[in-house]
Structures are given as structure tokens and as C-alpha cells.
């Protein structure tokens, strides 16, 4: 993309280049206005500091002396950033010098548009990078949060709290003991082995029986096909605490209630329309004639089934198969309802902790947890694309 | 329907077994359930692990779960499948499951163990026996704890339950429980209603709506809680000044997690934790679960217990055997909501009118909530 320009870039007027800066500026000074206590001093300043700036960069010193120009104004931001918050404001005010300084010359120079269509019109441009700002935002806002436990679990205190010490990124602040207390405390452990027992077993059984449910009911001739399906999908779909109660009352009768299966069965039948649709979906793009093909060679519909069918079909399966692994590895409410305290998995522990003391160690396996399901997630992707390159659907 | 047949007959099977052994045979395990967090561990290690250590071969676990056991405890009752041995709530609760006959009844002076001296186990709970279902384990109190860092200049620390509604002396935030009970008493106590005119008053309309009222004041200032650890959270982070909640939880914070907060003694609000043995046990595991409940709340175990969370043992036997924090190695008995200096003007919540009144001023105090 940045090897060429589709338009030419010229230098903006300054009536058009100050309000820009200027608004931006005032949006990043309502934040460190706030945070220090007024966020209406913070946007007065902020924009009038880089309008100054911009001024200055553009007019007095000019495109010349670019290089020099911007490298000043991070030295500049890093430096203010210093005076104001210390080191926390240093790091800080090097990623906003160097954002800054880049984006005046964006905007002041015209470059927005170097990768634009020349045809487009200004309220186009306007919108394309508004549209960008908007997705931006949705995902930092979706992502913070996770974010901002992560630290969090690093904390000294048993407090859900950024310390002075933190702040400062003084080692004091920081401790690794809220993991220490997950890997050393039987409750933590034992929660952590009835997960590692649970959600396997419950994923070799919705992947089990979903594949096979999924593989009957593509088959045109199966009657009440669309119901069937509807029922089978509908754990997903039907409010999962009215699942819980109604699993509770008949497993009870039953007396699965309490035990090992019982759970497992439950989070199965939680899983199977994840292995469904993700397995009905690959099942789309299954050439029937391969089974034909098959059968007409001699081959028996096993042999078929684990020969031909399974290996087109195994990334459905396997997508499936993690999606169920998930799912039961982070259900609470209907282990809270089906399972006694003898299969209490983490998510209940954590819930359990979190309402009767807010203990930090939540946030330790919360991290360790966002990294396992990471790690599932990178593995599901890399499978994906390797179909999907397998399959010459993709250029790879 | 084979299957579900098989199923039926096993289980059958399973109850015609259990109902058959002797009432001398004692099940070897146990399920006990708790509130979590220090206040669980106080009891594991006070009585639950001298216990498993004299009884080898029995084992215990843990159900985080007192704070929706009468619900769930009725559902295990219609399930036809109760899995709890012995379940710790507050007083209002073991009333309530005791009426509804979700909780044995007990012959307190028969199950359970008399004071060294031999005084007789109800004489030496005494009054704490509020449900002839219920053995009172310990008495805490909901109270105040601030910052101490946040106290303006220049003014004393806040000393009076009547300094929480002075928003112009201190300013800031302050927690309250999220719901009607203890708020409206300390409101109508410093709205100026002397405090045996308190329930009087609260039986009002007048007087639900003066309680409300005096509230009004500070409602643009609280942050409701519903969890015992978010008030000692809220106050950690410096979020609010001021804010009620157990009184062990800020001792925790205080001692052991060295935040700059103080205890505020003043109307502290008196109130009772203890055990229920739910109806209805198999013999077995009733007969392990009421060995285990003699030797958990005799006097030793109920001093013991101290050492661990600053909770007052609800035997009047034990209070003299209260010692130094097991960790730290601080005297405890300073710490006690029941201290002589800690209890000079206490608020001793009425269980019977609000089991009578507690819907109709639910019900009120949500609807002021929203407004």
C-alpha cells in the first residue's frame, strides 16, 4: 500500500489544518483533563497546545526540517509527560508525541488522501476514516477490559486495585503470588483437575454424537429433518438457567444429580450444536459423489465414513469440538445447578470467589485462562486456513 | 425407556441401601456448606481439620454456597435430593428454613456438648438460640469503617453512625448494604428517634417515609453493595470514604491487608451465623453430620475459632478463651464486636418484626430505590 500514491498529496490550508489538530488535541486532553480532575481545562488545553504546536511545525520551521520537527516534539512529550505523572506519563506521552507528531503532518500535508480514490468527494474521505475511528473504538472498548486484569493479577495487594507501586512500576507493586495461591491451594487445584475432567469428556461426546447427527440429517431422505435439527440446536438457543433447572429436577430423579456424568452429559448436550452447525457447514461443501465413488470401488460405508468422508470433513469436527471444549470449560450456571460441591470447576470457583471475597487470584487464572482460550482460538484459525488453502478456496 | 428403567431400579436400589444400614454406621463423608472466603477457612481450621485428623478415613467438602441456601435448599426438597450435610447461615434464614421444615429440629441440650463447667448447652448459648433449628456459632456486626487518609483537614475523624448522613462534615462516597434492613434504623435513628422508638416508628407509613427521607440526603452519594467484600474493596480503592459491612471483613482489611481504614463501632448492628442440619438426612450421614456438630461447636472449638476471623463465639464459655490472632499474634479480644468498648451503643436488630415487615419494606425501599 505504501509503495505508491493514488493521489497527489498538496499542503493544506491552515484554516482547514488548526481545527482538525485542534480537535483532535482536545479529545486526548479530555482524557488526561479528567484525569486530573478537569476535563474542560484538559480539552481547552489540549487543543490549544496543538494548534500551537502545528503552527509552529508546519508554518515556522516547515516541511524541511520534518525529520528534526517531529523527533522535538516526541522529546517535548515524553518530557511534559514526565513532569506531569512520572514514569507512567513518560511512556505514555512517547506513544502521544509520536502519534502527534505524526499526525499534524498527516493532516497539515494532505498525506490522508495519497491512498485514496482522486474522485472521492470530502465527505467520503471524512467517512472513511471515520468508519475506521468508529471500528477502532468498538474494539478497544471490547478488548480493555481483558486488558486491564491482566496487570491487575500481578498485584502485591488482595485488593482489585492499581496501587501507587504499580503505578509507578515499582517492583514492590507487582507479585506473583495470587498465582502462587492458584497453583498451591487445593480448592483452586481440585476445581482445575474437575474442569480438565469434565470438559474433555464432554467434548468427546458432543463431537461424537453431533458429527453423527450432523452427517444424518444432511441426508435428503431423513424425515423431520428441519425439527429434529431445531431440537437439537436448541440448548443453544433457549436460556441456558432454564436448561440448568430442567436438567436439575430430571437428573435428580434419575440421580445424575451431583455426579461426574451427569455434569459431562450436561455440558455435552451444550456442545452438540456447536459440533452441528460447525459440521453441517463443511458437510455444505462435501461432494456426495466421493461417497459414491467409494461404494462403487468396493469400499464399505465405515471405510467410507473414516476414509474419505472424516478427512474432508475434520476441520468442521475439529472447530466444533473446540467451540464444546470452551463451552463447558467456561460454563457456571448449569455445573451450578447439576453439579454438587464435589464438581465444582473453575468457572464456579470463580464465581463463588468473586461475589464472597474479591480475591486477585481470580484475575490470575482469568489471565491464564484468556491465554489458554487464545491459544485455542490461534489453533482453530491456523486449521481454517490450511482447510481452506487444502481446499484451493484461498491463495494462502 | 430401558435405559430410563435401569436408571430408576439403580437408584432404587441405591436409596433401599442407604435407608437399610444401622443408625450406628456413619457415612464417611460430608458436605458442608459455607460462605467462602476467610470466614470458611476460620471454620476449616478451627474445627474441620482437628476434626478429619481425629477421624481418619472421614472426609469433608465445601459448598460455597449460604448465600442462596433457602432457595436452594427448597429446590433440593422437591428435587427429592437433598446433598448438603450441614449448611451455615444467619439467623433470619435458619428462622425461616425451620418454619418452612426445610431444618431438623434439635434437642440442643442432647446434641449438643455442655460447657466445661457443665452448664447446660442452651443456658450457655442462651438467648443466641433464636429457632430451635439453628446452633449459633458466632456473632457479628454490620458496621462503619473509613478511610482514615480521606478525613477532611482539620476535622476530627467521623466517631458517630449519624456522621454517615453528614455529607457537609464528610464528603464523599459511602457504601450501604442494598437493603432496607439496619439503613432504616440508623436513618431514623439520626433523623432523632430514640432507639426503642425505632420499631415503633418504622411500623408507620410516617414513619417508612421519614426513614426514607433521611436517607434522601445521602442517596446521590452511595454506592449500594449486595457482597460482603465489596465494601472493604470500594474502600481499598478510595472509591467511597465511608461504607458499612461485617465487621470481620474490616478487621481483615485493617490487620491483615494493612489499608488505612478505621473501624467505627458506633450502632453497630448485632446479628447471628450458625449451623442447620437440613430435614429429612439419610441416617448414615445424619448420624456423622451430629458427631461432627457436637464436637464443632463446643467451647473450645467456638474460642478457637476466634483466633482466626474477629468474630464473637456465641457461647458465653468460650469468650474467655478468646486469644491472640493465629498469624499476626494480636490479642483478639479488642477486635470483638461483643468488647465491652466496641459494644458501648449497639442497634440490636429485631428478627421478629422484620420477619413480619420485611416484604412490605423490601418492597418500599426497592421502589425508592429506582426513583
Not at chain 1, 440448568?244 to 459431562?264: D, I, K, P
Amino acid at each position: 500500500m505504501s509503495g505508491f500514491t493514488l493521489t497527489p498529496v498538496e499542503t493544506k490550508p491552515m484554516s482547514f489544518t488548526l481545527p482538525m489538530v485542534g480537535a483532535a488535541g482536545a479529545f486526548a486532553g479530555l482524557f488526561v483533563g479528567t484525569a486530573h480532575g478537569s476535563g474542560l481545562m484538559g480539552i481547552v488545553i489540549g487543543a490549544i497546545a496543538l494548534m500551537a504546536l502545528s503552527l509552529i511545525a508546519l508554518k515556522v520551521l516547515g516541511l524541511g526540517m520534518e525529520k528534526t520537527t517531529r523527533r522535538g516534539m516526541i522529546v517535548l512529550f515524553i518530557v511534559v509527560g514526565w513532569l506531569v505523572a512520572g514514569l507512567p506519563g513518560l511512556v505514555l506521552g512517547a506513544l502521544s508525541g509520536w502519534f502527534f507528531s505524526w499526525f499534524i503532518f498527516w493532516i497539515g500535508e494532505g498525506r490522508y488522501r495519497a491512498n485514496l480514490a482522486p474522485y472521492l468527494t470530502s465527505g467520503q474521505v471524512l467517512w472513511h476514516y471515520t468508519f475506521r475511528v468508529i471500528c477502532g473504538t468498538i474494539f478497544v472498548f471490547l478488548i480493555t477490559p481483558i486488558l486491564v486484569v491482566m496487570p491487575l493479577s500481578f498485584n502485591a495487594q488482595d485488593f482489585f486495585t492499581f496501587t501507587p507501586e504499580m503505578l509507578r512500576f515499582d517492583p514492590a507493586g507487582y507479585s506473583l503470588k495470587h498465582y502462587e495461591d492458584f497453583f498451591t491451594s487445593t480448592g483452586w487445584q481440585q476445581a482445575l483437575r474437575n474442569s480438565l475432567a469434565i470438559a474433555p469428556m464432554a467434548t468427546v461426546l458432543s463431537v461424537g454424537f453431533g458429527t453423527l447427527a450432523a452427517i444424518g440429517l444432511s441426508q435428503p431422505h431423513v424425515p423431520f429433518r428441519r425439527a429434529i435439527m431445531a431440537i437439537l440446536i436448541s440448548p443453544m438457543i433457549v436460556p441456558l438457567i432454564i436448561s440448568a433447572a430442567g436438567m436439575y429436577f430430571f437428573y435428580s430423579r434419575v440421580g445424575l444429580q451431583g455426579t461426574y456424568m451427569g455434569v459431562v452429559l450436561a455440558h455435552a448436550a451444550l456442545g452438540i450444536p456447536f459440533v452441528i452447525i460447525t459440521v453441517t457447514a463443511t458437510l455444505v461443501g462435501f461432494d456426495r459423489s466421493l461417497t459414491r465413488a467409494a461404494a462403487n470401488m468396493g469400499a464399505d460405508p465405515l471405510t467410507t465414513f473414516f476414509r474419505v468422508q472424516m478427512p474432508l470433513i475434520l476441520p468442521g469436527v475439529i472447530s466444533g469440538g473446540l467451540f464444546a471444549f470452551i463451552t463447558s470449560f467456561d460454563e457456571v450456571v448449569v455445573v451450578l445447578f447439576v453439579g454438587s460441591a464435589n464438581q465444582q470447576t473453575l468457572p464456579w470457583r470463580m464465581f463463588t470467589g468473586l461475589r464472597e471475597q474479591i480475591s486477585p487470584t481470580i484475575l490470575a487464572v482469568a489471565t491464564i485462562l484468556v491465554v489458554i482460550s487464545i491459544c485455542l482460538l490461534t489453533t482453530l484459525e491456523y486449521l481454517r486456513r490450511r482447510s481452506e488453502r487444502l481446499r484451493g478456496l484461498s491463495p494462502g | 425407556m430401558k435405559l430410563t428403567k435401569t436408571l430408576l431400579a439403580t437408584t432404587a436400589l441405591t436409596v433401599a441401601a442407604s435407608t437399610a444400614v444401622t443408625a450406628q454406621d456413619m457415612a464417611d463423608s460430608m458436605t458442608l456448606v459455607s460462605w467462602g472466603g476467610a470466614y470458611q477457612d476460620s471454620q476449616n481450621k478451627a474445627y474441620v481439620d482437628p476434626y478429619l485428623a481425629n477421624n481418619a478415613g472421614v472426609s469433608a467438602t465445601w459448598d460455597e454456597s449460604s448465600a442462596e441456601a433457602v432457595a436452594k435448599l427448597r429446590a433440593m426438597n422437591e428435587a427429592g435430593n437433598v446433598t448438603w450435610d450441614l449448611v451455615d447461615v444467619v439467623a433470619s434464614d435458619a428462622m425461616r428454613l425451620c418454619d418452612e421444615g426445610l431444618a431438623m429440629e434439635l434437642d440442643h441440650d442432647e446434641d449438643l456438648a455442655a460447657a466445661p463447667d457443665g452448664t447446660s448447652a442452651s443456658d450457655d448459648f442462651g438467648d443466641l438460640i433464636v429457632s430451635d433449628c439453628f446452633v449459633p456459632q458466632i456473632v457479628y456486626s454490620t458496621t462503619f469503617g473509613y478511610r482514615t487518609d480521606l478525613v477532611p483537614a482539620g476535622v476530627e475523624p467521623p466517631t458517630s453512625v449519624c456522621d454517615v448522613f453528614d455529607l457537609a462534615k464528610y464528603p464523599g462516597k459511602r457504601s450501604l448494604q442494598k437493603r432496607p434492613i439496619d439503613n432504616m434504623e440508623w436513618a431514623l435513628y439520626c433523623d432523632g428517634v430514640a432507639k426503642e422508638d425505632i420499631y415503633p416508628t418504622l411500623g408507620t407509613d410516617a414513619g417508612v417515609e421519614k426513614a426514607l427521607a433521611k436517607l434522601d440526603t445521602i442517596k446521590d452519594q452511595v454506592v449500594w453493595w449486595s457482597a460482603g467484600a465489596e465494601t472493604p474493596q470500594l474502600l481499598a480503592d478510595g472509591e467511597v470514604f465511608m461504607g458499612s459491612t461485617y465487621n470481620g471483613r474490616l478487621f481483615s482489611a485493617i490487620a491483615e491487608q494493612g489499608q488505612p481504614i478505621a473501624m467505627m463501632w458506633d450502632m453497630q448492628s448485632f446479628d447471628l451465623d450458625g449451623w442447620i442440619v437440613p430435614a429429612g438426612l439419610p441416617a448414615d450421614r445424619l448420624a456423622r453430620v451430629m458427631d461432627f456438630l457436637k464436637f464443632a461447636t463446643d467451647t473450645q472449638r467456638l474460642a478457637d475459632q476466634a483466633a482466626y476471623i474477629s468474630y464473637g463465639p456465641a457461647r458465653a464459655s468460650s469468650a474467655p478463651l478468646v486469644g491472640k490472632h493465629a498469624d499476626l499474634g494480636i490479642d483478639m479480644a479488642p477486635h470483638m464486636p461483643t468488647d465491652p468498648a466496641n459494644a458501648s451503643n449497639v442497634h440490636i436488630y429485631d428478627y421478629e418484626w422484620w420477619a413480619d415487615n420485611r416484604d412490605d419494606l423490601d418492597a418500599k425501599f426497592q421502589a425508592w430505590l429506582v426513583q
